[in-house]
């Protein structure tokens, strides 16, 4: 899922891009937040990873960054998940 949907941005910014491989770099960081009765009702999973590309161009990069889950009201009518893509740094070009 977390391919996917990093490959559907990618995609959104350069629709000839092409994922090659995508690399973790370690254990997610997991942050839950808990209400007043203990209930998880918010929860980040972010992702360290490594994302090897090719641009619509051709020219071939490794992106460092992190993708991140963020879920909201959880447990609740009102539930949602987002999720977004922080790029610490791009090599290649």
Same mark, same amino acid.
């Given at each position: 899922?977390?391919? /996917?949907? =990093?490959?559907?941005?990618? =995609? $959104? !910014?350069?629709?000839?891009?092409?994922?090659?491989?995508? $690399?973790?770099?370690?254990?997610?960081?997991? %942050?839950?937040?808990?209400?007043?009765?203990?209930?998880? %009702?918010?929860?980040?999973?972010?992702?360290? =990873? !490594?994302? @090897?590309? !090719?641009?619509?161009?051709? $020219?071939?990069?490794?992106?460092?960054? $992190?993708?991140? @889950?963020?879920?909201?009201?959880?447990?609740?009518?009102?539930?949602?998940? %987002? /999720?977004?893509? !922080?790029?610490?740094?791009?090599?290649?070009?």
């Amino acid at each position: 899922m977390l391919v /996917h949907d =990093l490959t559907r941005g990618l =995609l $959104r !910014q350069d629709p000839r891009t092409s994922v090659m491989g995508v $690399r973790c770099e370690g254990a997610p960081d997991l %942050r839950p937040a808990v209400d007043h009765a203990g209930v998880i %009702r918010a929860h980040d999973a972010c992702f360290p =990873l !490594q994302v @090897y590309v !090719q641009d619509g161009a051709g $020219r071939l990069w490794m992106l460092r960054g $992190r993708w991140t @889950y963020a879920g909201r009201e959880l447990g609740t009518a009102a539930a949602s998940v %987002r /999720h977004f893509w !922080q790029l610490l740094s791009a090599e290649g070009g």
